[in-house]
């Protein structure tokens, strides 16, 4: 087993204290050829299914929850049944984004 990282880059808006940017975020996935993780879903979750190729997620860990890092994190979990794992702290940034989840 041959651990590997693969880079993605997304585009969307990053929204905070009433200001909106358009901005590219990174996404990591991190694992093997089977099973990986996912860092940071940011904005586009199909692409981010089809950057894991087929591999199990295991889980999607937010590094923090301003929501260009958060946004495609819901979608994500629903299409491939990973949980998202992200600190208690960053609840209330979470649920300026997702308040139903």
């Not at 979750?45 to 890092?69: F, K, P, Q, S, Y």
């Amino acid at each position: 087993m041959t651990a590997r990282i693969d880079h993605l880059v997304t585009s969307g808006t990053f929204a905070l204290d009433g200001g909106e940017w358009d901005v590219d975020n990174n996404v990591w996935i991190v694992g093997d050829d089977t099973e990986a993780i996912v860092i940071d879903a940011a904005h586009d979750a199909t692409a981010i299914e089809a950057a894991l190729a087929g591999r199990t997620l295991r889980a999607i860990v937010c590094t923090h929850a301003h929501n260009d890092h958060i946004d495609a994190a819901p979608a994500l979990a629903e299409a491939t049944g990973a949980p998202i794992l992200l600190h208690p702290a960053d609840r209330e940034l979470w649920q300026q984004t997702h308040p139903d989840r």
